[in-house]
């Protein structure tokens, strides 16, 4: 089975909120080349936040994940790299060799071998084997507290085949699977001998990954330092020795410290600056390098429909509301501009994500959605263009309601 890659962009243009203008910006050692070759050494400074905790089973703050980030590996990541444009999402294999999925189900995992955990206490750079897998997972679903436990429901029972082999069996099909598995809020791996020492992972002493940088340091509300791990299993990787986490809660504060070069990146969130703080920068460091971006702003609005003594359950209502939002005029008004609209139901969006992923059975359910939409909207022929080659493709149930369900609309299609 193959992945392709979708952006966030592509995928997330649905919400109802445009996506805003952003930059990803850094300053750029004086005369340093646009592509030169990377050099192994030196430090990385960067505006961080103050964890809440190491335990990523128990909290679901950005602070304490995006710290855990720098120490722990997934079994599968989201590509990244130079030649990788902002804001895509592509799954690779990370943890995992290869890969196979013999039906619906089951997923048969073939383990890297050779990775090891950071070498200290506890785990003392012991081998990363299957039952880390399996311990790791089966923590994640069954630790009291752990508010993220849905995104991994699916699964029925996570098995040990060999020492280098994970079986993994759902309880129904489910088109994220690897994307939930390349999530690091969910699907870092974790050592049982760390949780068994500390009882938890919340003390810092407790944060042993098989990840780029070991945790050196940890001063609360100051900084967090990593060092580079020598034993990295992506060999040559990470290039620099040192990470400084940098701890400013106040943004003021950030801004003034990164004009002054006291971080090597954007003090917004993400490391960005705004698009509107890019001519002032330029002109404050001429060898100032950024790369402009759109990021994704999902707003929602909700509405009640189930009560009947509110008026949003009126189609017209919800119509109304819709019609009067100036989308443009927001792009206009917040990002000078700078912004792409998105559309209130990205359902060409899903089916090709749907598409792209091998999800027939969801491929076939958004296509009789978005057929149902144009049939209502008068455009027949488009639907039916778009939903009979897909109907055609089943020749045995995938489930018996769906094929239903596409068979009535194309019969009225006709």
């Not at 013999?102 to 785990?123: A, M, S």
């Not at 309880?171 to 390349?182: E, G, M, N, S, T």
């Amino acid at each position: 089975m193959e992945h392709t890659g979708l952006s966030r962009r592509e995928v997330l243009k649905g919400g109802t909120a445009a996506s805003a203008a952003w930059m990803a910006g850094a300053l750029k050692p004086e005369g340093a080349a646009e592509a030169a070759t990377p050099k192994q050494g030196g430090t990385l400074r960067v505006n961080g936040w103050d964890p809440r905790g190491f335990d990523m089973h128990l909290s679901l703050s950005y602070r304490t994940q995006t710290t855990l980030s720098f120490m722990h590996n997934n079994l599968f990541r989201f590509k990244s790299g130079p030649d990788v444009p902002i804001g895509r999402l592509e799954v690779e294999p990370d943890l995992v060799e290869t890969w196979e999925q013999p039906d619906p189900v089951t997923y048969i995992f073939k383990l890297k071998e050779g990775v090891r955990w950071h070498d200290k206490p506890p785990v003392n750079g012991r081998e990363f084997v299957a039952d880390d897998v399996k311990y790791s997972l089966d923590r994640f679903l069954t630790i009291p507290g752990n508010a993220r436990r849905s995104n991994l429901d699916m699964i029925d029972k996570v098995e040990v085949v060999n020492q280098y082999t994970v079986k993994i069996t759902l309880k129904r099909p489910y088109v994220w699977f690897l994307d939930q598995l390349a999530d690091a809020m969910t699907s870092a791996m974790i050592a049982r001998e760390a949780v068994e020492k500390f009882g938890d992972l919340k003390k810092p002493e407790a944060a042993i990954g098989t990840g780029p940088w070991i945790l050196e340091k940890y001063d609360p509300n100051v900084q967090v330092t990593f060092v580079r791990n020598p034993d990295y299993f992506h060999k040559g990787l990470p290039y620099a020795d040192k990470v400084e986490w940098i701890i400013i809660s106040d943004n003021a504060t950030r801004q003034s410290a990164y004009r002054a070069g006291k971080f090597d990146f954007g003090w917004q969130f993400i490391c960005t600056v705004q698009v509107d703080e890019v001519e002032q920068l330029k002109k404050q460091h001429p060898d100032w390098h950024y790369k402009p971006f759109l990021w994704d702003v999902v707003s929602r609005t909700m509405f009640r429909t189930d009560r009947k003594d509110l008026p949003f359950h009126k189609a017209d209502v919800r119509r109304a509301i819709s019609l009067g939002i100036d989308r443009q005029g927001t792009i206009d008004a917040l990002n000078e501009g700078q912004g792409a609209m998105s559309t209130a139901i990205p359902l060409v969006r899903a089916l090709a994500i749907a598409r792209q992923q091998g999800a027939r059975g969801t491929e076939l359910r958004v296509a009789t959605l978005l057929g149902r939409l144009w049939q209502k909207q008068g455009k027949r022929e488009q639907a039916r263009d778009l939903l009979l080659p897909i109907y055609n493709c089943f020749t045995e149930g995938f489930g018996t309601i769906e094929l239903q369900e596409a068979k009535a609309l194309l019969d009225q299609l006709a």
